[in-house]
């Protein structure tokens, strides 16, 4: 064949279809990316919060091998990192099952003792309740005599008994609701201590770097699960050494808290402000687009830099302290991971400060 026959036959050859298949095998990818790390949510919302079974480790490793699947390229690694993680999986549910069967027998337990409580209480009663009907026999009794003066003094010695059963009674009723009380009263605080223990910073009572790390974990689950978004704000003082340096540690730490107090002043109730390290804060704004989210950075960024506080030291005259922040914002994206968003919102956080500090910058 010649060459011109052959440019012909190239020319002649319909690579649309070829295209068509391309676009569609993408879509496919995404499309099972989505649904496998989706399932992965899945499982881990079925696991319950249990230490003793090993829950957070376990969760820990389904979080890492949904990362994996969006992170890396090379389907055999894919297929090797799977088939390692693929065995935790039914140990981790033959651990919870063992676990839930401990757990009802003990529950059982409980529901016996509580009948058993039950009846006592039953049986108190009935008690109780013959005390006041042999109390009114006596007293139906005492009617059917004909010398009043005796009536009288019968009736009052039976009135007087009833009262005092009455007394004990409720004596015994009132003792009960005390304990019952206290009881509820000490657990509402255990309750409240375990709520809060762990999730917060001492210094500045924003949530820690571990709270943060559950709460974004969660929020990409979610927007992984639903049609959800939420943005991220990387947040850090400029020159925070400059502070320490000029007015000491005990300083720096009252402009930490301030400024915790600033940014909360700009921030919802479903927000979520996180002491990330350092002098570095972040703040989940669920619901939120990144547009909304740069909106709501500058207004932080400018009440920041428009703040000056008083230091103790401080010379009279002299113009308090002021400080500026940098902030990196990113919106969560499609196939996003913890680490991918996490990573785009630090290097917009870098961008902000190499190109001048006191600025916002969105990835």
């Not at 009935?126 to 006596?138: A, F, I, L, N």
């Amino acid at each position: 064949m010649d060459p011109f026959s052959e440019t012909k036959a190239a020319q002649d050859l319909d690579i649309e279809p070829f295209i068509d298949e391309i676009r569609n095998n993408a879509r496919k990818k995404s499309f099972f990316l989505n649904a496998i790390r989706a399932l992965l949510v899945f499982i881990k919302g079925f696991s319950i919060n249990q230490e003793d079974i090993g829950s957070h480790r376990f969760a820990e490793e389904i979080d890492s091998l949904s990362e994996r699947f969006v992170e890396e390229k090379d389907a055999e690694v894919i297929e090797s990192v799977f088939e390692k993680y693929r065995k935790s999986i039914p140990h981790f549910i033959k651990r919870q099952k063992a676990y839930l069967r401990d757990r009802e027998k003990e529950l059982w337990d409980i529901i016996g003792l509580q009948r058993s409580a039950i009846a006592s209480i039953d049986s108190e009663n009935q008690d109780y309740h013959q005390k006041v009907y042999e109390q009114s026999e006596k007293i139906e009794a005492i009617t059917q005599l004909d010398d009043i003066k005796n009536i009288k003094k019968r009736l009052f010695k039976e009135v007087e008994t009833i009262r005092e059963t009455l007394k004990e009674k409720q004596q015994q009723e009132r003792e009960r609701l005390d304990a019952l009380a206290k009881q509820i009263s000490l657990l509402n605080i255990e309750l409240e201590k375990a709520r809060t223990e762990g999730t917060l910073d001492d210094l500045t009572q924003a949530y820690n770097r571990k709270a943060f790390d559950n709460y974004i974990r969660k929020s990409v689950d979610q927007c992984t699960t639903k049609r959800s978004r939420f943005s991220l704000l990387m947040l850090d003082i400029d020159d925070f050494k400059r502070i320490n340096d000029a007015y000491g540690h005990q300083i720096g730490d009252r402009v930490l808290v301030a400024l915790v107090e600033k940014c909360k002043e700009f921030i919802r109730g479903e927000d979520f402000l996180a002491r990330y390290g350092g002098e570095e804060f972040a703040i989940i704004l669920p619901g939120a687009s990144l547009k909304n989210a740069l909106k709501k950075a500058r207004r932080i960024r400018k009440a920041v830099a428009g703040t000056h506080y008083t230091a103790e030291n401080q010379i009279k005259g002299q113009e308090g302290i002021s400080i500026t922040v940098s902030i990196g914002v990113a919106s969560f994206e499609k196939n996003d991971s913890v680490s991918t968003l996490i990573d785009r919102a630090d290097r917009a956080l870098y961008e902000a400060k190499r190109t001048g500090k006191n600025r916002v910058v969105g990835a």
